[in-house]
């Protein structure tokens, strides 16, 4: 009879934990949804050569991937991200203090940082002549830890058509495909 009660509770645990694996290998068919997230960043420009690329200063993002998740679906947080990715990133011109635009913007490199990751290389853009919108192309990879504190940033490395210095107002939106687990 000491047995039944063990045997039961065996039981529930085994199928509890098969209930998870079941339940999280459906959502594994399920497609990924989309956080959209745009920011307004001033970044300086000192280009002295038009020939190799200058690295700019880290620019903080803090980006509360955790909040985002939440305003689409309340009801999840970061713990339950099996997945991110960055689908979409582009930037678009707002202001310049001197002037220029971003076709001064030849070609760029994007790099992403968080506290105990490496720089992650995360965008590039090639042969831009468009003075309003860069669209980059975006590496197909995970990025989930740089997202599980909001201590990141942005480091860019760029390849400017001509020498200039200026700081040049952008808005930087991106888009990121986010899978979930129980």
């Known amino acids: 009879m000491k047995k039944l009660p063990l045997l039961i509770g065996g039981l529930v645990l085994f199928f509890t934990i098969n209930c998870r694996e079941i339940v999280n290998s459906v959502l594994d068919v399920l497609p990924p949804f989309d956080v959209p997230y745009s920011k307004s960043l001033d970044v300086p420009f000192a280009i002295v050569s038009a020939t190799e690329f200058t690295r700019t200063p880290e620019i903080a ?73 860069i669209i980059f192309n975006v590496n197909d990879e995970e990025i989930l830890e740089y997202f599980r504190t909001t201590e990141n940033s942005l480091i860019f490395e760029i390849q400017a058509s001509n020498k200039s210095t200026d700081v040049i107002k952008i808005k930087g939106i991106s888009g990121f495909k986010i899978k979930i687990k129980l």
């Open 61 to 133: 993002m803090n980006i509360d991937l955790d909040a985002k998740i939440k305003e689409k679906k309340p009801n999840l947080s970061i713990k339950n991200l099996k997945s991110v990715k960055m689908n979409t990133l582009s930037l678009n011109y707002v202001s310049s203090k001197l002037g220029n635009k971003l076709e001064l913007i030849k070609n760029a490199k994007i790099y992403l940082k968080a506290p105990n990751q490496e720089e992650r290389l995360i965008a590039t853009s090639f042969n831009n002549t468009d003075p309003n919108t």
